[in-house]
Nanobody, 125 residues
Framework: QVQLVESGGRLVQAGGSLRLSCAAS????????MGWFRQAPGNEREFVAT????????YYSDSVKGRFTISRDNAKNTVYLQMNSLKPEDTAVYFC??????????????????WGQGTQVTVSS
C-alpha cells in the first residue's frame, strides 16, 4: 500500500511556471512506477508524464513535451512535475499515480494502482 499526496497547484497566468509535488508514503518508493495525469472538466483523465523505473528515461504527452519535466527524489519519496510556459489548456486537476505491478513505466491510467487526491492547476489567459 502507498499513499500519495499532491501539492503545488494554484492559479497562475499564462506563460508562468509551477512545480507540483507528489509525496509518497508506505512501502519502498523506488519499487513503484510513477506518473502524472490530469483531468479537465468534461474530459477523461489523460497521461501527462512518466519515467522509466529502471533507466530514468522520461516520457511526455505531445501536448506538454518541451514544457514539462518530471523528476523523482527517492531519498524524499517525492515525484515532481515542473511546468513551464503554462497555457490555459493546461488547466486541470493533476493527479499523481503509482503502480505496484512491477512495470517499468506506462502511459495508461489502468496500469496504476494508487492515486492521490489531485491538485488544481488553473491557468488564466
Amino acid at each position: 500500500q502507498v499513499q500519495l499526496v499532491e501539492s503545488g497547484g494554484r492559479l497562475v497566468q499564462a506563460g508562468g511556471s509551477l512545480r507540483l509535488s507528489c509525496a509518497a508514503s508506505g512501502r519502498t518508493f523506488s519499487n513503484y512506477a510513477m506518473g502524472w495525469f490530469r483531468q479537465a472538466p468534461g474530459n477523461e483523465r489523460e497521461f501527462v508524464a512518466t519515467f522509466s523505473r529502471i533507466t530514468s528515461s522520461t516520457y511526455y504527452s505531445d501536448s506538454v513535451k518541451g514544457r514539462f519535466t518530471i523528476s523523482r527524489d527517492n531519498a524524499k519519496n517525492t515525484v515532481y512535475l515542473q511546468m513551464n510556459s503554462l497555457k490555459p489548456e493546461d488547466t486541470a486537476v493533476y493527479f499523481c499515480a503509482a503502480s505496484a505491478r512491477g512495470i517499468n513505466w506506462s502511459t495508461y491510467a489502468y496500469d496504476y494502482d494508487y492515486w492521490g487526491q489531485g491538485t488544481q492547476v488553473t491557468v488564466s489567459s
